[in-house]
């Protein structure tokens, strides 16, 4: 999970803000998007 953070956040933000690059996203699933949901909900991280 750690290493799709860093996919898809900015390293220079403090907080996860989506990088506004839509290549990034090609291979993105819905599988993936709710185990990223899941992750922020279990460890509380508001993006």
Same mark, same amino acid.
């Given at each position: 999970? *750690?290493?799709? $953070? ?5 390293? /220079?933000?403090? /907080? ?9 996203? *090609? ?5 993936v /998007? +709710?185990? *990223?949901? $899941?992750?922020?909900? +279990? ?5």
């Open positions: 999970m *750690i290493q799709i $953070r860093e996919l898809i956040c900015d390293p /220079l933000s403090a /907080l996860c803000h989506i990088r506004h690059y839509r290549r990034q996203f *090609i291979s993105v699933t819905n599988d /998007l +709710y185990a *990223i949901d $899941r992750y922020y909900q +279990y460890h509380g991280a508001c993006c």
